[in-house]
Every structure is written in C-alpha cells, then in structure tokens.
C-alpha cells in the first residue's frame, strides 16, 4: 500500500532554484533550474546540477537553458521537462498516484503565468488541480510570520530573477510591488564592472562565486579580497585579478538602489494601520538574495524600518508552500480569483 500513497509537496519554482519541501521528510531537492539540451533535436540531456556542471564547458552541439525568466515560464517546454524530471523523482518508479503540489508564483503575475504554470505542473504528473501561492507569503509561512492574524507583516522576497516586496495580512497580499532585478542582475553587475575597469572576461559563475565570497552591499571597514580569473579583452589570454569587497558593493550599487526603491514603493502604499504594524515588528528578508552581506543594513538605512534576514532565506518559500497545504483552503480563499484579477486589470468589465 505504501507504494500507492499520495506524495504532498510544496514546490519554489525559482528563476535560479528549484527547492521542494515533501510533507513528512522536509527539503528534498534543491537544485538549479537550468536544463542542457541537444541542439540537434532539442531533446533534454541533463537537468539540474548535471546541467549547471555543462554551463559554459560545452561543445557546439549542446545548449544550457535557464526555462524560467524574471519569475515567469520563459520556455514552456523546457519547463514541463524540468518539472517532470523532479516531480518523477518524488514519485518513485512504482508510485502511480499523482503528488498534491502547491507551488509558488510571483505575487504580481497575470492569469496567463498562472494558467502556464499550473498546467505545466499537471502535464509534468502532478494531482489536478494545482494549487498556486504566491512567492512572498509562501516565503512569509515559511518564515513563522503570523500572517494569518489582522497585523501587517512584510516580505522582502529577493529572488534570482525578480525582488518582490508584499504587505500580508489574513493570508492576503495587501500591497506588493516588484522589480525583475535580483540575483542574476547583481552578478550581471559584477560582470559589467570587471569587464570595464580591469578589462577581464569573465563569465556569469565566476560572478556569483565572486559575490558569494566576498559581495556586501556596503562598503567594509576592513574589506576582504579575492582573486578573479578570466580572459583578458586585449591581449586574449587568461589573466588574474585580485578584487577587494569594496569594489563589488560600488559594482552591484545600481541594481541594489532598484531593489530598495521597490521596497520604498511597496511601503508608500501601505495603509497607515498596516504601516505601523510594520514599524513596529520590521521587515522579514527572504530569498538567496537576502545573503548578501549587509543587505539588510542597506534596506533599514534607505526604509528606517529595521530589516532582518529570516533562517534559511533560501529554503523558506519552499518549506512555506509545504506548510500551506495544511490550510490551502482558507488561503485559496483570501487570495483573487482569476475573474477578480481581470476585472482589477480592465476595470471597465466590472458589472453594476
């Protein structure tokens, strides 16, 4: 009989990641969302971490894709093929129920992503139907941020695609914005900056590895330094430099204003009530964002609102999308239906 019980599982569908949390054994996958295929026939390779090891290493024949994009299915197929791969995982290879999926969406998407990504989940072996929630206040569950009481709590959800900043009270989202810079923006950033103060190529990996050992979104009292390897743009040749964190928080300067301006937005159409509930408890940092040193100083200096990172920023909207699936009613409840988004999308369609 155990072979035919149903899998329940929460899904963070990430730009970057791919995390699923499974009900009763925790984080189970936590993987790339990127998927290497054939240039030939299009037919898929490698998925995952087998895939992210192909970036930038392979031959003409094959293709590294990142499906998603700002948040959003950017390749249908690929996508499906993605999902399929890590839903077949959970499954077994003798488990023939479909697993109960709740999974993560950006907080501002239109019915059309929704629609995408739910039926991408279902042609990948998913339970119909399947349950969506979005991002932050998955994020904000995982968190233990008691949003289902009438007080105003606030995610900062800094992604690999897309920073959504959303204002939650009784499992609803009262005020979100978003910006489609994250993550990937920021090691875009410190791509662009090596390339043109040291005239250096290097490529998006070596970036997030620069960013992860040393990034900080403030300039340090006693910066750290790290080698950088890549081609030099002149001559041709591999070349290193040695980079100090002081230069990265000037290179990733811009993309951090847009992430505090969205945060800033987000907070300006809050209701007072809501605001000051938030003054008073702070803002909850979430995402592989968050670990950016000195983010959160960087936030509570542009907001004067104090910020604080969550426990596993990175895990959370994952785990938070399993806990929901205890109360996915009442949270299908206070969230818009489809018919409700169109009518605050075309408000001349709303009927006397």
């Known amino acids: 009989m155990a072979l035919f019980s149903a899998v329940r599982a929460g899904i963070d569908l990430g730009t970057v990641n791919f995390l699923v949390c499974e009900k009763g ?3 189970v996958i936590n993987q790339p969302s990127v998927v290497a295929i054939h240039n030939r026939d ?47 995982s959970l499954r077994g290879n003798f488990n023939l129920v479909r697993p109960e999926i709740v999974i993560t969406v950006p907080a501002g998407v239109t019915t059309v992503e929704q629609r995408a990504v739910r039926d991408a989940c279902e042609q990948a072996g998913a339970r119909r139907p399947t349950h969506l929630i979005p991002e ?6 995982g968190s233990d941020v008691p ?3 009438p007080r105003g709590s606030m995610i900062v959800n800094i992604g690999g695609g897309r920073t959504e900043a959303a204002v939650i009270s009784l499992y609803g989202i009262v005020a979100s914005e978003s910006v489609r810079i994250a993550g990937k923006q920021i090691d875009e950033a410190i791509q662009a900056y090596v390339r043109r103060k040291y005239k250096l190529s290097i490529g998006i990996r070596t970036a997030e590895e620069v960013k992860i050992a040393i990034g900080s979104a403030l300039p340090d009292i006693s910066p750290m330094q790290q080698a950088v390897r890549g081609r030099d743009t002149v001559s ?6 040695t980079m100090s964190s002081t230069e990265i928080a000037t290179a990733i300067e811009e993309p951090l204003s ?14 007072p009530e809501l605001a000051a509930d938030i003054l008073d408890r702070g803002i909850v940092l979430t995402g592989g964002g968050a670990l ?61």
């Open 236 to 241: 041709g040749l591999p070349k290193t430099i």
């Open 147 to 149: 949003v289902d009481l």
């Open 42 to 88: 299009d037919s898929v390779v490698a998925v995952g971490d087998e895939a992210l090891e192909l970036e930038g290493r392979t031959p003409g024949a094959l293709k590294v894709l990142y499906p998603l994009q700002g948040g959003a299915i950017a390749d249908y197929r690929m996508t499906t093929a993605m999902l399929s791969h890590f839903i077949n």
């Open 136 to 141: 932050p206040l998955a994020a904000a569950l």
């Open 258 to 271: 847009a992430i505090a301006q969205t945060v800033k937005n987000a907070l300006s159409r809050t209701p």
């Open 292 to 352: 950016l040193r000195n983010i959160e100083k960087l936030l509570t200096q542009a907001t004067e609102v104090p910020c604080y990172i969550t426990d596993s920023p990175l895990e959370c909207a994952a785990i938070g999308a399993e806990k929901a699936l205890d109360d996915i009613d009442i949270i299908e409840r206070s969230l818009p239906t489809e018919e409700e988004m169109l009518i605050d999308l075309f408000p001349q369609a709303r009927m006397d």
């Open 25 to 27: 054994r925790g984080l």
